[in-house]
């Protein structure tokens, strides 16, 4: 199994790969060094990609001209005859998927649509030729000659004149053409706060190549997912432009008439973005033995909104350093808070949001974008499988940082995730966590499944196993699986292990079903007490006794398939074997009353027979 060793600011990466391994340091601002050695054992690996662009960006008419040198590298063990691309560019056409996407869903993203009448409208629909989105592949090449493609919607699909044997590199060279669309999505030109360029999933990007084959996934209205590797960047733009984003500037811009070329490199990372304007107040502030951050939003900004962007930047130095402590030390020299967007989304090193927000706001969507750094760049999750794992993840760990830093000391930092799951949980309208994230009927059935009930997952998984134990955990499996694709197999087994409980049932029962926890009371007789099992998912069971002298106690019952407990100062009863519906035990004395999960960290849907 692969290993981060964390020595100072600088992050050696051992990516086992068909007995190579390859260690990579994040940090430096030239080339990386690759050694390699041999390992028996590992089975583990992951594709790898060297990218370099040259991009020529016309801030007139929002087109750019662009060349790229990718070298993959086919750590796999199969033989691979074709490879694909994500042309994201292309989804802000009309009737392109996403179009179709936004005129058939119930509840389509409001930022997306016009509402005319009791109508809604798609913008992308209503887009002019010189609005649109695009990128056109003009020349491809397989190690010096020209290879086959054709575009499919947001993929490029290439048959190759020679497959890419086990352990090969292979180098393509690739010339395009694109315009940026105006802004819909994430990505765009001249978003409602008017910043002028945010440019995200805005170049050819190679397709995913994992253990469970490709993922050409089209762009329809979800997230991503892609190869690990190395970017070289040579952007040039307007000499106005304040530019930031991932990767690390080399030297001093080249100037040449009314422009300028920025060159750019970012070791071991998995994409790349960046965002311009020409009225960007560009403010920096250093972490204490971390990376140096930076502030980028429009200097004609409300007044109240200038000073939140520099209050804000304190309050990041706090978030930086929560995360860094507890998941694990964030691996790069920067770190990027960009004005733009059209709400708030992660990438490598940066993040883009909106920056008209109140201060609250402001600061809570920059915790969660900050977040993401872990939950998804690091650990970077497959987010059109595995959303829940994304968002449910950061969202946890962002509230107990918010939590954290405004000195709330609730008692349930996740207390609102637990109320949004109860309302779909009761809804009618839930999914498996398993449903691929483009596939869910209303995005409200989406949103709450990612988000909310991706961290009650955490949140919840304190309860079973112990906030201890669930605290170690989380800094395991940053360090056993970052800059890899974990799983939820992979996330389980680092609990299994931490814990020493059996919880592949909690897996299933939470992510693969949609089976519910209800536990009622359902008799007291004297000194015995009968418990109910409503709900068709498992748990373990904290209680409170009170009895009729006023006295209380903490019982802690064992669910039998768990084969153990977590560590609890309660009075252990016997197991609970999951097929039996009811639970009887006997207490030391006349019971008056108890209480079931008094913390209300048990995400049961019906908590009003919790007691009696």
């Given at each position: 199994m692969k290993r981060i060793f964390l020595l100072g600011l600088t992050t050696s990466l051992f990516l086992m790969s068909c007995g190579s391994t390859k260690s990579i340091s994040t940090t430096s601002t030239d080339s990386p060094t690759t050694v390699t050695a041999t390992s028996a054992k590992s089975t583990y690996w992951q594709q790898h990609v060297d990218y370099k662009m040259e991009i020529d960006m016309n801030v007139n008419n929002y087109q750019y001209q662009g060349k790229q040198n990718l070298v993959y590298t086919n750590n796999s063990p199969d033989?691979?005859?074709?490879?694909?691309?994500?042309?994201?560019?292309?989804?802000?056409?009309?009737?392109?998927?996403?179009?179709?996407?936004?005129?058939?869903?119930?509840?389509?993203?409001?930022?997306?649509?016009?509402?005319?009448?009791?109508?809604?409208?798609?913008?992308?629909?209503k887009l002019k030729p010189n609005e649109i989105g695009y990128i056109n592949v003009t020349s491809l090449k397989q190690n010096g000659k020209s290879v086959k493609h054709e575009t499919a919607g947001t993929i490029l699909e290439v048959v190759l004149n020679k497959p890419i044997q086990p352990g090969e590199s292979v180098t393509f060279d690739m010339v395009f053409d694109a315009q940026v669309p105006v802004q819909i999505r994430r990505s765009g030109r001249n978003n409602a706060e008017g910043v002028a360029l945010s440019m995200t999933q805005w170049y050819p990007k190679l397709v995913e190549y994992d253990f469970e084959g490709w993922h050409a996934y089209p762009y329809i209205g979800r997230e991503f997912h892609g190869v690990w590797g190395n970017f070289d960047l040579k952007l040039t733009i307007d000499k106005d432009y304040v530019v930031g984003g991932t990767g690390y500037l080399q030297g001093n811009p080249v100037v040449n008439g009314n422009k300028k070329t920025l060159h750019y490199k970012a070791p071991n990372v998995h994409d790349f973005t960046w965002a311009a304007d020409p009225h960007y107040i560009h403010d920096t502030l250093q972490v204490p033995n971390g990376p140096m951050l930076h502030f980028y939003y429009k200097k004609d900004l409300p007044e109240e909104n200038?000073?939140?962007?520099?209050?804000?930047?304190?309050?990041?130095?706090?978030?930086?350093?929560?995360?860094?402590?507890?998941?694990?030390?964030?691996?790069?020299?920067?770190?990027?808070?960009?004005?733009?967007?059209?709400?708030?989304?992660?990438?490598?090193?940066?993040?883009?949001?909106?920056?008209?927000?109140?201060?609250?706001?402001?600061?809570?969507?920059?915790?969660?974008?900050?977040?993401?750094?872990?939950?998804?760049?690091?650990?970077?999750t497959n987010e059109g499988k595995h959303e829940w794992m994304d968002e449910g993840f950061t969202s946890y760990i962002s509230d107990y940082a918010m939590d954290y830093i405004t000195k709330k000391n609730a008692e349930n930092p996740a207390e609102r995730a637990y109320s949004?799951?109860?309302?779909?949980?009761?809804?009618?309208?839930?999914?498996?966590?398993?449903?691929?994230?483009?596939?869910?009927?209303?995005?409200?059935?989406?949103?709450?499944?990612?988000?909310?009930?991706?961290?009650?997952?955490?949140?919840?998984?304190?309860?079973?196993?112990?906030?201890?134990?669930?605290?170690?955990?989380?800094?395991?499996?940053?360090?056993?699986?970052?800059?890899?694709?974990?799983?939820?197999?992979?996330?389980?087994?680092?609990?299994?292990?931490?814990?020493?409980?059996?919880?592949?049932?909690?897996?299933?029962?939470?992510?693969?079903?949609?089976?519910?926890?209800d536990y009622a009371v359902k008799s007291i007789d004297g000194n015995k007490a009968t418990l109910e099992r409503i709900g068709m998912m498992p748990m373990p069971i904290d209680a409170i006794v009170t009895y009729t002298d006023n006295s209380t106690e903490t019982v802690y019952i064992p669910l039998q398939m768990m084969?153990?407990?977590?560590?609890?100062?309660?009075?252990?009863?016997p197991d609970?074997?999951?097929?039996?519906?009811?639970?009887?035990?006997?207490?030391?004395?006349?019971?008056?009353?108890?209480?079931?999960?008094?913390?209300g960290l048990m995400a049961d849907i019906d908590k009003s027979n919790n007691k009696k």
């Open positions: 033989v691979l005859d074709k490879v694909f691309y994500h042309l994201y560019f292309n989804a802000f056409q009309p009737g392109s998927e996403m179009d179709a996407r936004l005129k058939t869903i119930a509840d389509p993203d409001p930022r997306m649509v016009k509402t005319i009448g009791n109508k809604k409208e798609s913008r992308i629909s200038l000073k939140y962007w520099k209050d804000l930047q304190p309050k990041t130095v706090e978030m930086m350093q929560y995360f860094s402590k507890n998941i694990g030390k964030y691996p790069y020299n920067q770190y990027s808070v960009i004005q733009g967007g059209d709400g708030g989304m992660e990438y490598a090193m940066c993040t883009l949001i909106t920056g008209k927000r109140k201060f609250g706001s402001l600061m809570g969507v920059t915790a969660h974008e900050l977040a993401h750094t872990w939950f998804q760049f690091l650990l970077a949004g799951y109860n309302y779909l949980a009761t809804s009618g309208k839930e999914k498996p966590q398993t449903t691929h994230a483009d596939r869910f009927e209303t995005n409200m059935a989406y949103g709450i499944g990612a988000y909310n009930k991706g961290e009650v997952f955490l949140a919840q998984l304190g309860y079973v196993i112990g906030q201890d134990n669930l605290n170690k955990t989380l800094k395991q499996y940053f360090n056993d699986w970052a800059f890899k694709h974990p799983t939820p197999n992979d996330f389980i087994r680092v609990a299994e292990k931490v814990s020493g409980l059996e919880l592949d049932w909690y897996l299933t029962d939470w992510t693969m079903t949609t089976n519910t926890i084969r153990g407990e977590k560590p609890t100062s309660a009075t252990v009863k609970w074997a999951w097929a039996h519906p009811t639970y009887t035990f006997e207490a030391k004395k006349a019971i008056k009353t108890i209480e079931i999960d008094p913390k």
